[in-house]
């Protein structure tokens, strides 16, 4: 069986400075796929691309755009249901509690306006996604919001079963559809969970894929 090449490029879905549809367009021509892998439910997938739906995200704007001048094929991948409920209700008592969380905020939007997809695709933001997360831990902890508290870490376990989908979902596709290369266009908050499972889905998987992990030596 040949080998599958899928390059990850971890993304903002609202337009932010350098984080924005051309920038990504360039990317994604330059990587010149055969098939783009997209974090949506199939019944967003179909809603977004009917004829005349105009795309709010900076993904979908730009594969749209693609689509025209390539048309390859793509696929939703992101199917574990949600519940709107499953999802932190309200960020603001972290927000008004922790000045490092405030401060961290801005430095992601400052980078992301600067470096855009190369910020984003860097171990920098990982460190800063990595300690938002703590931070929101910590502080719900501390303020004893038991609420909130609950509702922070059934998202963080959604998360995660989100990416056990999306990365079945492209192990699935890839038995069906055999392709050279690939792009996985993902939420930036996912990367360092993806790596990781990537190890064992690697060890199981029939379909040997190569993982690359944009702007990553």
């Known amino acids: 069986m040949a080998l599958l090449n899928i390059t990850l490029i971890s993304s903002f879905h609202k337009i932010h400075g350098n984080c924005n549809p051309r920038e990504l367009y360039k990317i994604i021509e330059h990587l010149q796929p055969d098939v ?10 179909e ?38 409920n499953d999802l932190l209700s309200d960020a603001q008592i972290i927000w008004d509690n922790s000045m490092e969380y405030r401060e961290l905020w801005n430095e992601k939007l400052t980078r992301l306006n600067e470096s855009g997809y190369y910020f984003l695709n860097s171990d920098k933001c990982t460190e800063i996604i990595d300690r938002l997360t703590r931070i929101e831990e910590a502080v719900l902890t501390e303020t004893k919001n038991i609420k ?13 079963k989100r990416e056990t989908e999306m990365l079945r979902s492209i192990y699935d596709i890839a038995s069906q559809h055999p392709f050279d290369k690939s792009v996985f266009i993902c939420g930036a908050e996912h990367r360092q969970g ?23 030596i």
């Open 36 to 45: 783009i892998f997209e974090e949506l439910s199939t019944n967003g997938f």
């Open 47 to 84: 809603i977004i691309y009917s004829p005349y739906y105009q795309p709010e995200t900076i993904e979908a704007i730009t594969v749209k755009q693609y689509l025209q001048k390539y048309p390859i094929k793509h696929f939703p991948v992101d199917n574990y249901p949600v519940n709107e």
């Open 148 to 160: 909130l508290l609950n509702e922070h870490k059934t998202e963080k376990l959604l998360h995660d």
């Open 194 to 216: 993806i790596k990781k499972k990537l190890k064992e889905f690697e060890t199981k998987e029939s379909n040997k894929i190569k993982w690359t992990f944009f702007n990553e």
